[in-house]
Structure formats: C-alpha cells, structure tokens
C-alpha cells in the first residue's frame, strides 16, 4: 500500500482525462476505483474535487490517495475484453490509418463511450485498433450513440493533443447529411440559439434534452451555451421530406438534432426531439416518414476536413451512407453523387 502521492502532471501529459493518466501510472487501478476515490474526494487536482473525466492540464498537480501495491489485492479479471467479432466488426470500420491517427466509419447504434448500461462501445474496442501499437487510441471527438460516420482517433498523445485543440478551436469542417420532414426554408441559411440541458426523469435523469432557446436568454440562462449551425437543403420530395447537409459551428451536445426540430423539421427516425410515434404527414412535423423509410435516426457525419496533426498537411475523409439511410435515399431516388463536397464553402 503506498502512501499520499502528490504527482505533477508532466510535459507531454496534459489534455487527457484524469482517469486514463492514472491507469497509465497504476495499471492496476480499476475504473471503480478510480470513479470511488473521486466521489469520496480522495482524487484530486490543485486541492479541488474531480471527475474521473476532467481533462488535466500540464503542470497541475495530481492528489493521489493510498492505493494497493499490484500484488496487495487482485483487480477482478477484465470483463471488456475484445471479442473476435467485435474486433473483426471495428476492425472493418477503418477507412483510413498511418502511425498518428485512425479513421473510422462508426456504425449506427454502436456508442463511442460507455455510460449507464453501455458495455460495448469503441473505446472499449481499442485493443483491437492497436496495430501494433503498445496502447489503444485515443478519442478525440464524439458522435452520438445512433449517428453514423467519420470518427477520428489519435494514435499517439501528441497527436491526440493536437487533434484535441484543432476541434476545440473549430480548426475542423465537420458536414452531416440527414433526412428531415418538411422542407426547410430558406433552402441556405444558419441557425443561432442557446442550448440549455432540460432535466430527465428517473434517478439516472433518463431523458435529458437539449432546449433551444433565443441568444437574448443565454446570459440569464444558468448552464445555457450559445449553438450555431449552417444547413442547406439539397434535395427534396415534394413538401414531406428533404436531404440536409449541416455544419455545426459550435459543437454541443445534440446541436443538430435540436437545431432541426427546434424549426420544425426533426430528422427521421429522432425518437427524442422529433416524437416516436408521431407520423410525419407533409407538415413539416413527425420524426416517423412511414412507409419503406427506416425508423432508425438518419444522421450521418458525412465528411471531416482538417489539417494532419504531424505533416499538417490538409486531409479529408469522407464516409458513406450506413445501410439504412441509403435504403431511404435509394427508396427516394437519391444517389451520394448528387451533393456538393461543401456546400458551405461560401458561407465562411
């Protein structure tokens, strides 16, 4: 059993999370544990109280309370070891790989992280993506548990600290394609709100949503963020449904998703911001479009721009549809082909 460790957080060390930092020091530590010694207030960063996800930064010091020597006490085998078929699943995915960085096409439905009741998620699924490599990758962004498309991972902390900073200082061009009731209009434009979290039911806060509200709240407004999204209106059938490319500007949680439904136009299959029952009926309303149309989401992140975090060199990955949004575009008459790479570039 060791005693108090006070440890600084080194060169080359900061902007990660405060739990993967310790499991690179104490391989032995178990998320439990590390979760148990930041609610006790036992962990702790500069004297304050932590998360096991709060991101250190380079020279802060670390509190690390007694913890068993590797011998002292046996962690519980890992239960999230990769199995054959999801490491030839993830395996898959990957578009694109050299020795910084890996992209991915994420499949609908599968989560990026674990939460409440999530044991089967990429993150977890890093062992596979180590090619070689001594550690798994490292995330640097997020998508949606049931959004598809381009996620990136770093393969080195330099370049996860790299890719970190470029998509916190919106260095990065991020498009979505989605299929929306209605036809937005005008066909090209921006959407400008605050994004505030409105409570969930349940002990866990089970359906929490974003609530947009007007910028003139934002100040008045405790935990609101200001959210901006460009959208335009490829292509659509009639007044019921339309294909959207979207930028989100700012990066907050279920931007897209409220931004849509917030002027009337959910995107099929979003059970959470556009009703799961309500059939869309030429309105401009109803997440459900019916028919041959699947009722899973139909979000996409179509493509990703940015420069390389070593060769700083500009790369792009583009990502196709998942199989149940190109069902919809082929029942609709939509090919990939049709849409501009960026139909954005004008508007920056």
């Known amino acids: 059993m060791s005693g108090v460790q006070n440890i600084t957080v080194a ?3 900061g902007d990660q999370r405060l739990d993967r930092w310790l499991r690179r020091r ?35 010091t670390v509190r690390v309370p007694p913890i068993p020597a590797p011998g002292d006490r046996p962690e519980p085998p890992r239960e999230n ?5 999801d490491a030839e699943m993830i395996r898959a995915c990957v578009m694109y790989r050299d020795d910084d960085i890996i992209a991915l096409n994420k499949p609908a439905g599968l989560p990026v ?36 498309g381009v996620l990136l991972l770093a393969r080195t902390r330099a370049a996860a600290a790299a890719l970190t900073a470029a998509f916190r200082h919106r260095e990065t061009h991020k498009i979505y394609w989605a299929l929306v009731a209605g036809v937005p209009k005008p066909y090209l434009g921006e959407i400008k709100t605050g994004l505030v979290k409105a409570a969930g039911h349940g002990s866990r806060g089970e359906g929490e949503k974003m609530i947009a509200i007007h910028t ?6 405790p935990g609101a963020k200001r959210a901006h999204t460009l959208y335009a209106t490829l292509y ?31 995107i099929a299959g979003d059970g959470k911001y556009g009703g799961s029952a309500q059939e869309n009926q030429g309105d401009g309303w109803g997440a459900q479009l019916g028919g041959m149309i699947s009722k899973k989401l139909h979000l996409h992140a179509r493509r990703l721009a940015l420069l ?36 954005f570039e004008d508007l920056r």
């Open 308 to 343: 390389h975090p070593v060769t700083r060199k500009r790369i792009e990955f583009v990502a196709p549809l998942p199989p149940h949004m190109k069902a919809s575009w082929d029942t609709l008459g939509w090919t990939e082909d049709l849409a501009a790479d960026d139909p």
């Open 11 to 13: 060169d080359g060390e």
């Open 113 to 148: 992280q674990g939460g409440s009741g999530q044991l089967r998620h990429v993150d977890g699924m890093g062992e596979a993506l180590r090619f070689g490599y001594d550690e798994n990758p490292r995330l640097v962004h997020r998508l949606d548990k049931d959004t598809s």
């Open 81 to 85: 070891r990769v199995s054959d078929e």
């Open 236 to 266: 659509r059938v009639a007044g019921r449904a339309s294909w959207v490319a979207m930028e989100p500007v700012t990066g907050r949680t279920h931007q897209l998703r409220a931004h849509m439904a917030g002027m009337g136009h959910p």
């Open 26 to 60: 104490f391989p032995h530590l178990s998320q439990g544990r590390i979760e148990k010694m930041c609610r006790k207030g036992e962990l702790r960063v500069d004297g304050g109280r932590v998360k096991s996800a709060t991101r250190l930064e380079e020279g802060q």
């Open 216 to 221: 003139g709240d934002i100040a008045t407004t």
